[in-house]
T-cell receptor, first 116, second 110 residues
Framework: DPKIIQKPKYLVAVTGSEKILICEQY?????MYWYRQSAKKPLEFMFS???????DNQTASSRFQPQSSKKNHLDLQITALKPDDSATYFC???????????????FGAGTRLSVL | GQGVEQPDNLMSVEGTFARVNCTYS??????LSWYQQREGHAPVFLSY????GLKDSGHFSTFLSRSNGYSYLLLTELQIKDSASYLC???????????FGSGTKLTVEP
């Protein structure tokens, strides 16, 4: 059974709309992350949370807002969607948000977002 | 991203070996990790190194030279199923961020 669940697996949206990407992890980890992967580009860090607190944010646009309702949940709300937002969004977790455990990330299967 | 560079492609033959190179030029260094990513799937953690030298983990071994900003992942006794992209990621001090390279696509031929 997958230990990090991302929903939905595929998502098609219209330009200007708003979507929420869901992520739940059942590894008992204390840190969670969002990464984005576009075609031919490296995995790009977006956010990191530790014990439900934002640790780092390297997303320039405020259209991307993480939401953590529980320690094992980290959803990603995206507003005013643009075609350039089309990518696969990966949720990940690590035991802790500091030290060497940060280097060992466990990834969910991803949500493939297409904005038309 | 953040000065982590990898060659795009690498080809090798089943039963032999492949060395996937990674160079980095980050402002600091706090560990380097290797991940495997198959087409259409999520990255999977393989190895983590923070000290110089060779770390032998059987099928996968990793080498690190901090003074040269260089690491490689060595895959031995290659199998067709080792065909995948291999991602190098570096963590900088003071940031809770792993910066990934764009990955090397390894193709193992019969």
């Amino acid at each position: 059974d997958p230990k990090i669940i991302q929903k939905p697996k595929y998502l098609v949206a219209v330009t200007g709309s708003e979507k929420i990407l869901i992520c739940e992890q059942y590894l008992g980890h204390n840190a969670m992350y969002w990464y984005r992967q576009s075609a031919k580009k490296p995995l790009e860090f977006m956010f990191s949370y530790s014990y439900q607190k934002l640790m780092d944010n390297q997303t320039a646009s405020s259209r991307f807002q993480p939401q953590s309702s529980k320690k094992n949940h980290l959803d990603l709300q995206i507003t005013a969607l643009k075609p350039d937002d089309s990518a696969t969004y990966f949720c990940a977790s690590s035991q802790d948000g500091w030290g060497s455990s940060q280097n060992t990330l466990y990834f969910g299967a991803g949500t493939r977002l297409s904005v038309l | 991203g953040q000065g982590v560079e990898q060659p795009d492609n690498l080809m090798s033959v089943e039963g032999t070996f492949a060395r996937v190179n990674c160079t980095y030029s980050t402002s600091g260094f706090n560990g380097l990790s290797w991940y495997q990513q198959r087409e259409g799937h999520a990255p999977v953690f393989l190895s983590y190194v923070v000290l110089d030298g060779l770390k032998d983990s059987g099928h996968f071994s990793t080498f690190l030279s901090r003074s040269n900003g260089y690491s490689y992942l060595l895959l031995t006794e290659l199998q067709i199923k080792d065909s995948a992209s291999y991602l190098c990621a570096v963590r900088e001090p003071n940031y809770n961020v792993l910066y990934f390279g764009s990955g090397t696509k390894l193709t193992v031929e019969p």
